[in-house]
Antibody, heavy 119, light 107 residues
Framework: QLHLQESGPGLVKPLETLSLTCTVSGGSISGSTSNWVWLRQPPEKGLEWIGTVQYSGTTYYTSSLTSRVLISVDTSTNHFSLRLTSVTAADTAVYYC???????????WGQGTLVTVSS | DIQMTQSPSTLSAFVGDRVTITCRASQSITSWLAWYQQQPGKAPKLLIYMASNLAIGVPSRFSGSGSGTEFTLTISSLQPDDFATYYCQHYHTPFWTFGQGTKVEVK
């Protein structure tokens, strides 16, 4: 069974860079039917898609974050990563990684990790 | 970007009630729609994919319908575990968007 786990700092200072890693176990990150997704959810708010990376490295980002976000995949270590630069308090959220299985939507999710932006 | 609009934002119901949540897309997404359930403090769980297909392990009291721009999620007989927040999401393009969510609460 596929398992995803987010890891990274829980506290980031304003204007610094948020970096998270999602480790995938129980399956290969290299499959052509799977894309890998980052999402977030600010406290007491709804879900926001941040971006998607294909195993080939092709990426798609939400328009509101495209100038600050980078998602990458490392097939050799079976993980994918999120970098968000110049963070502000508005970037405080629970960050989730997930798998987009072709035709299915996001069928497997990590448990989520809370990242707080504060000095 | 394709906008997804859910209604209602909050729904109060009793155990055993039939519940329907609506999701509208700002343009046709054919059947590229998923529904998720989120319990407080937990990651979302996939319920329905391709508008009407039940994900593995999801009880049959959940069903989805619709195509194009209008979609519904129905719970035929609400159970205690079903009090949660529900989100629709399109994947018609690689640029996903979610509805704002519908909280199903105890009446």
């Amino acid at each position: 069974q596929l398992h995803l786990q987010e890891s990274g700092p829980g506290l980031v200072k304003p204007l610094e860079t948020l970096s998270l890693t999602c480790t995938v176990s129980g399956g290969s990150i290299s499959g052509s039917t799977s894309n890998w997704v980052w999402l977030r959810q600010p406290p007491e708010k709804g879900l926001e898609w941040i971006g998607t990376v294909q195993y080939s490295g092709t990426t798609y980002y939400t328009s509101s974050l495209t100038s600050r976000v980078l998602i990458s995949v490392d097939t050799s270590t079976n993980h994918f990563s999120l970098r968000l630069t110049s963070v502000t308090a508005a970037d405080t959220a629970v960050y989730y990684c997930a798998r987009h299985l072709q035709d299915f939507g996001a069928d497997s999710w990590g448990q989520g990790t809370l990242v707080t932006v504060s000095s | 970007d394709i906008q997804m609009t859910q209604s209602p934002s909050t729904l109060s119901a009793f155990v055993g009630d039939r519940v329907t949540i609506t999701c509208r897309a700002s343009q046709s997404i054919t059947s590229w729609l998923a529904w998720y359930q989120q319990q407080p403090g937990k990651a979302p769980k996939l319920l329905i994919y391709m508008a009407s297909n039940l994900a593995i392990g999801v009880p049959s009291r959940f069903s989805g319908s619709g195509s194009g721009t209008e979609f519904t999620l129905t719970i035929s007989s609400l159970q205690p575990d079903d009090f949660a927040t529900y989100y629709c999401q399109h994947y018609h393009t690689p640029f996903w968007t979610f509805g704002q969510g519908t909280k199903v609460e105890v009446k």
